[in-house]
């Protein structure tokens, strides 16, 4: 199946300034990637997803890059808020044996300080 | 639209004992999925379902069951529960590409 590696597993910054998260993927195959923000207690919920025909796409603060040829994706959060202080784990989708899965990388816990 | 609902919230099992969490979703989604989440760590994949009547086992099957009769039911069984099934399970729906999580269930076994 597919392997994914999340880095870093925490990640402090101070409000108004950038926050990157990066994955890297075993499957050459794959073909989605889907980027889920969870807050404590919460349910995993999508913030941004690139498909592997599109090397970049943006959403307000929100964009992710993915470089196929080294096989890792980017989450990049602009402008950071106490509100974007969450978990975020980053995902690739297993193209071999069917049932549309996704593999979790372990997540990242971005902590935004006044 | 409620998306996917899960039930029961909370839980807490004795060792040895079986329960059924439920998850239902009414987006008529096909393929639907049992995920769990220990404290600090990712979601592992314990079963999937491309549609009713086909399951299949995901990374972490051992210690469960899943029946798929309708389109919008995904329940999971536990039977004989371990304190190693102590985790936080969250039910997910998809259309496609995007999955969609439930409110998740968190389950302990004494």
């Known amino acids: 199946g597919e392997n994914v590696e999340q880095h870093p597993s925490t990640l402090s910054v101070q409000e108004g300034d950038s926050a990157v998260i990066k994955c890297t993927y075993s499957d050459s195959a794959s073909n989605y990637f889907p980027w889920y923000k969870q807050e404590l207690g919460k349910r995993p919920q999508l913030i941004i997803d690139?498909?592997?025909?599109?090397g970049e796409k943006k959403d307000q603060r929100i964009a992710v890059t993915l470089n196929k040829t080294a096989k890792h994706f980017s989450l990049h959060i602009t402008e950071t808020q106490p509100e974007d202080s969450a978990v975020y784990f980053c995902?690739?989708?297993?193209?071999?044996?069917?049932?549309?899965?996704?593999?979790f990388g372990t997540g990242t816990q971005l902590k935004v300080e006044l | 639209n409620a998306g996917v609902t899960q039930t029961p919230k909370f839980h807490i099992l004795k060792i040895g004992q079986s329960m059924t969490l439920q998850c239902t979703q009414d987006?008529?989604?096909?393929?639907m999925y049992w995920y769990r989440q220990d404290p600090g760590m990712g979601l592992k994949l314990i079963y999937y379902s491309v549609g009713a009547g086909i399951t299949d086992k995901g990374e972490v099957p051992n210690g469960y069951n899943v029946s798929r009769s309708t389109t919008e039911d995904f329940p999971l069984r536990l039977e004989l529960a371990a304190p190693s099934q102590t985790s936080v399970y969250f039910c997910?729906?998809?259309?496609?590409?995007?999955?969609?999580f439930g409110p998740g269930t968190r389950l302990t076994v004494l």
């Open positions: 995902a690739a989708r297993w193209v071999t044996g069917g049932g549309n899965k996704l593999t």
């Open positions: 690139i498909r592997s025909n599109v």
């Open positions: 987006m008529n989604h096909n393929y």
């Open positions: 997910a729906s998809s259309p496609a590409d995007t999955q969609y």
